[in-house]
């Protein structure tokens, strides 16, 4: 007998931003894996006696590795059980899903996605504005500001993302920020441009900062290394609310 994996989107880390069905499949699973940024008060929503498993990935720190946590998923459900795989944010938006994905369809296991809230909305609704606007920004692209090795990946589109007329959101791009904007600046994007840097999301110690890319950037430089969870926004956002 087969068991079932829901793959449920945990969102930034508040409870109230979970969905209702996420929420459900909490209620129900027998084992319930979870990323670092995944836990916390959103656990309390587990059944009681379910089996909760930490398998989260963070830069710098020890952590599961992917075949691991694939082979945890494709075990558990094959041992009839239903599981829940929280991830952080919204799990199709650089949450490694496919890898996991994968795993599954090899060994014939049923699953499915439950979408979430990502960490980009969440960021540009706390600073109170808009993640496109009208007549200045009709194009929002996401960005990861690591490879797998943990660096800036060098392939990006840097065209696309010094447009001034996008809004570009950067994830897991803290350490790396300061060589992004330097390319960004090279390839034309004014220093001036706004930049957001949204920090813990959805918890208590919430810090939103608002900038520019060149200030941002050195920010970040002098700062050095950081643990808190962040999300940058830069390009043609609204106007901070006064």
């Known amino acids: 007998m087969s068991g079932f994996v829901s793959f449920v989107s945990a969102g930034p880390g508040d409870p109230e931003l979970l969905t209702m069905k996420g929420a459900a499949r909490l209620r129900e699973a027998d084992v319930v894996l979870y990323d670092d940024l995944a836990s916390g008060a959103i656990l309390d929503l587990a059944r009681t006696g379910a089996n909760l498993v930490a398998v989260g990935k963070r830069a710098g720190r020890l952590s599961a590795k992917q075949h691991h946590v694939s082979r945890l998923l494709v075990d558990?459900?094959?041992?009839?059980?239903?599981?829940?795989?929280?991830?952080?944010?919204?799990?199709?938006?650089?949450?490694?899903?496919?890898?996991?994905?994968?795993?599954?369809?090899?060994?014939?296991?049923?699953?499915?996605?439950?979408?979430?809230?990502?960490?980009?909305?969440?960021?540009?609704?706390?600073?109170?504005?808009?993640?496109?606007?009208?007549?200045?920004?009709?194009?929002?692209?996401?960005?990861?500001?690591?490879?797998?090795?943990?660096?800036?990946?060098?392939?990006?589109?840097?065209?696309?993302?010094?447009?001034?007329e996008a809004t570009t959101v950067v994830y897991m791009g803290r350490r790396t920020f300061p060589a992004l904007a330097a390319k960004l600046i090279a390839h034309g994007l004014a220093p001036e441009t706004p930049a957001l840097l949204a920090e813990?999301?959805?918890?208590?110690?919430?810090?939103?900062?608002?900038?520019?890319?060149?200030?941002?950037?050195?920010?970040?430089t002098q700062a050095g290394a950081a643990t808190a969870a962040a999300v940058i926004l830069f390009g043609a956002l609204a106007p901070e609310q006064g």
């Open 76 to 164: 558990y459900a094959a041992a009839g059980v239903r599981v829940v795989r929280l991830k952080s944010g919204d799990a199709g938006i650089f949450g490694r899903l496919e890898e996991e994905i994968e795993a599954l369809r090899a060994a014939g296991i049923g699953y499915e996605i439950i979408p979430g809230v990502t960490s980009a909305s969440v960021a540009a609704a706390q600073a109170g504005i808009p993640l496109t606007r009208r007549l200045t920004s009709r194009r929002v692209q996401f960005v990861t500001g690591a490879d797998v090795t943990g660096e800036l990946p060098t392939d990006l589109n840097w065209a696309a993302l010094a447009d001034p």
């Open 200 to 220: 813990s999301l959805g918890h208590v110690d919430e810090r939103l900062i608002r900038t520019t890319i060149a200030e941002l950037a050195e920010r970040l």
